[in-house]
């Protein structure tokens, strides 16, 4: 008999890949194509999204022929990046308007607005989210009031609002739908209810009609929506669904309470597993729905940094300074320390701890004797400092992390790897295959087909070994490295601003 295969829909900020893995998490194959990035302000952030349904399909077509055909693959599953949303008719099937990415700061002036009349606090009570233009449902607010197409399809009730797993389930089976771990990044679910609240639908101005219908991470395959035969040559259930940073979790099997990964993708993305009880955080970290399986919700803290991996793309074709992200590494190790040169990567604004979307990057330290080398040095520090500032505020929150799972396609690289087990002064494991975003939405996929009896048989046996980076950094380097740290953020922070938690 042939082997059964899952096909994962990877859908990035910058790319889309179709990924195909075996019921064990061998990987079979990948297609990958690359996403056009807009910027048409300073702050603004967009995507095609007929582009990502394009090349989406495209990748996926080219995996159902290297499986051998579509009678090969058991079920697909999706993961996407979160809080980007899509506006599209539901009679048309058409996109509305250009996609507002996650990482779009356009309704900063919105967030101020409401926090200004008194309504962050119930937000976060029920939501878990601050209000911060990273969420979905203020851009979504924006699109009403701005694109006129977008409001009179509001007007006609052909509107259709989603994340891009809901987008691309709706073009693949035509249902209007999402899960709830995605849902939970738009600030219109709460965290306890079982659907979108009519209370935040007002606050924000957006229609209840337009949302979708709320679903489980898991979807069984007899109950699982289906593709069109004529997408993919074939009805192929979609059985698992989830938001990048919850697949990665699930990727790196932290299915038990207390378990932590950090995910360096384009951002970077801290979370803890809650169980089934919502965390509270006092120091401006999240509460997110982790996933919800057979109406269950279980529940993760997170801590949220805009600017990542897309700080060395930046590097390399806003300001050349290399020629491939690979090369980061060697020019790191190029050189004996910083040089004094310090990077705080606020390109789109700070998010966790500080949630300051005004701030702006800086490097400072600068002499006649910095060269390129000491500033791709400082930016790859800059990701073990913004670890260690979340990790400040999850100890503060009583959630100190014992040890730390690492993924994300810049964990590749061992000098930055071993850098953030330096500064947090703490083990990091590593897996041997770092794209556990894809590896934990065929995990969902593939308990949904029955190929696994739980999720936890499925993560079991489809995560791989990996290796640990244990800390060397002598202590008073590493100290002054923090102090430095400390002091270029602080200089970017306005002064009502509250100061984060302080610790080793």
Known sequence: MAEELILVLDEGTTSTRAVLFAPDGTLRGAAQRQLTQFYPRAGWVE????????STLACARE??????????IAAIGISNQRETVVAWDK????????????QDRRTAPL?????EGGHEEAVRAQTGLLLDPYFSATKMRWLLDHQPQVAEAARAGRLAFGTIESWLAFKLVGRHLTDAGNASRTLLLPLQAPGWDDGLCSLF???RGALGELVDNVLPAGAAPR??????GAAIPICGLAGDQQAAMIGQNCLAPGEAKATFGTGAFVLANSGTTPPRSEHCLLSTVLMQLAGKRHYALEGSVFVAGSLVQWLRDGLGLIATAQESEALACSVA?????????ALSGLGAPHWQPQARGTISGLSFSATKAHIVRAALEAMAHQTHDLARAFAADGARWTTLRIDGGMVANDWMAQDIADIMRLTVTRPDFIETTALGAAMLAATGAGLHSSLAEAAAAMTGPGRDFAPRMDEETRRARIAGWDAAVAALLPLSAPPPPRSS
């Not at 967030?111 to 926090?115: M, P, S, Y």
């Open 91 to 102: 009679v048309s099937g058409e996109p509305l308007a250009r996609a507002i990415v996650w």
């Open 227 to 232: 593709t069109h035969a004529g997408l993919l």
């Open 337 to 345: 320390d910083n040089g004094g040169v310090v990077l705080v990567p």
């Open 63 to 72: 995996m159902v022929g290297q499986a051998g055909g579509a009678d090969r």
């Open 111 to 115: 967030c101020a607005e409401l926090r």
């Open 47 to 54: 995507h095609d999204a007929a582009e990502i349904w394009h």
């Open 205 to 207: 101005g957006v229609p």
